[in-house]
């Protein structure tokens, strides 16, 4: 089998618990760049929180790409070309904040450059550092958001937020897609919106079969590619439900799971 796509995600995935992208694992992205192979970033994170590691990985001198909301969004880092994009109303991001407010769970949306919320938690400023991005906290939430929004993220305790999510999923699950990208975060974003769906625009984009791409990752998000994926890779430290759906399963992130990868299946070491 001839790999011309790897997709990775971030954090778990190709960050390591410091959120750093080892050296080992950085080197052998570079070999796989040079031998044609696509990097592909696919993330819940926003995009503007993404493009550090992007240009890291060079992805702006080689074709790569970067998936961000979970698939709401693709652009081409060397072109920055738009390929795909789906949003939020303002309308519905009022509707999510009545039902996160219902359900007693914290609420953002995203403007650019930017995280709007009313509230403040942990995983709020979490989302904040992970991305770089400058938490903008408004009186009003509805008055704020005058604008579309890629998705919301609503954050709480991870065993509390289990039950949100499946109250969320009862009230909107015919409109909606939501899931949770880690423990403590939700995301509602816009039907058929998760990395699967968009890998098959970006897919299409390129032309490239399924079948020639590598998905790795470890969270809950990660699973529609990792079971749509030619090969699907969970991290050693994925949760259980996406190492069952796996391929096959690697090291984990702090110990260049990445590179096991690429080593075994694009080169056949």
Known sequence: MSYKMIVLDLDGTLMSS????????????????????????????????????AKEL???????????????????????????????????????YDLAREM?????????????TEDDDQYIRKEGAINNMPLNRVKGFKEAITFNSVKCL?????????EVEMKFKERLGERLSVMRSMPFFLEIMPQNINKAYSLQKLLDHVGLDKSQLIACGDGYNDLPMIEFAGLGVAMGNAVDEVK?????????????????VIEKFIFNK
Do not use: W
């Open 244 to 260: 069952a759906a796996a391929n096959y399963v690697t090291a984990s992130n702090n110990d260049n799971g990445i590179a096991q």
């Open 104 to 116: 007693n769970v914290n609420i953002m949306a995203y403007e650019d450059e930017a995280i709007i």
């Open 58 to 96: 060079r992805l702006d001198e080689y074709p790569g790409y970067i998936l961000s909301y979970n698939g709401g969004r693709i652009i081409s880092v060397q072109t920055d070309e738009l390929i795909y994009d789906k949003s939020l109303t303002p309308e519905i991001c009022h509707e999510l």
């Open 154 to 162: 609503c954050t709480g305790e991870p065993e509390y937020l289990a």
């Open 18 to 53: 410091k959120n750093e992208i080892l050296p080992e694992t950085k080197q052998a992205l570079f070999k796989a760049q040079e031998n044609g192979v696509m990097i592909v970033l696919a993330s819940g994170r926003p995009t503007y929180g993404m493009i550090k590691a």
